[in-house]
């Protein structure tokens, strides 16, 4: 059973465009957080939740906004798309509000092409 | 501004040998330092960690040193195996950790050959 899984994997979409990420986690825990791996590789936090409520947000357009139903699940809608949008975008969670990082666990990634 | 580097993106090893993975700092504030191993289509997966309390943590085959005056930090795998080829994340947390919040490097792409 995948831990953190995310949907869909591969994404290819046209400029303007408003699109979903969903994610859904079975571990029970209580943080989850969206990453995004840029076009020079370093992975950056956008948002992190807990128990629903929004603890990180971090400086990134008011395009992206994270939903979370309850907290199993934190989807990523983007609305507007732009090239520079184009990246890998990780899902995870942790039990923990504040955890040491050992304690993260990664989705697969989620690779959206705009075009 | 990159508060955590990592400024080789690639290395190759020989089978056996040792793999020697660097990564600098700049934030003094940070607290806490991790290393994520990452294969191909999967995402980042937990290594090994290291309070900035200590100066080495050793786990197996897997040792993190940390220099803290340098703001340095590097992971020696020994001896080097073909499954460790695979992209290595620095990672970074600060004392008060923000909410969970990791401050990663660009990751160097580690290839182990036979």
């Known amino acids: 059973d995948t831990a953190v899984s995310q949907t869909p994997k591969y994404l290819v979409t046209q400029m303007g465009n408003d699109k979903s990420i969903k994610c859904e986690q079975n571990l029970g825990h209580d943080t989850m957080y969206w990453y995004k791996q840029d076009s020079k590789k370093f992975l950056k936090i956008m948002f992190s939740?807990?128990?629903?409520?929004?603890?990180i947000n971090e400086t990134v357009p008011n395009r992206f906004s994270p939903k979370s139903p309850d907290k199993a699940h934190l989807n990523l809608h983007i609305n507007s798309l732009e090239l520079g949008d184009s990246a890998v975008y990780f899902c995870?969670?942790?039990?923990?509000?504040?955890?040491?990082?050992?304690?993260?666990?990664f989705g697969e990634g989620s690779w959206l092409t705009v075009v | 501004d990159q508060q955590v580097k990592q400024n080789s993106p690639s290395l190759s090893v020989q089978e056996g040998r040792i793999s020697i993975l660097n990564c600098d700092y700049t934030n003094s504030m940070f607290d806490y330092f991790l290393w994520y191993k990452k294969y191909p289509a999967e995402g980042p997966t937990f290594l090994i960690s290291i309070s900035s309390i200590k100066d080495k943590n050793e786990d197996g085959r897997f040792t993190v040193f940390l220099n803290k005056s340098a703001k340095h930090l590097s992971l020696h795998i020994v001896p080097s195996q073909p499954g460790d080829s695979a992209v290595y994340f620095c990672?970074?947390?600060?004392?008060?950790?923000?909410?969970?919040?990791?401050?990663f490097g660009q990751g160097t792409e580690l290839s182990v050959k036979p």
């Open positions: 939740y807990n128990n629903k409520e929004l603890i």
């Open positions: 995870a969670s942790s039990q923990e509000k504040g955890p040491r990082g050992n304690t993260i666990y």
């Open positions: 990672a970074a947390s600060l004392i008060y950790n923000q909410g969970g919040k990791l401050i």
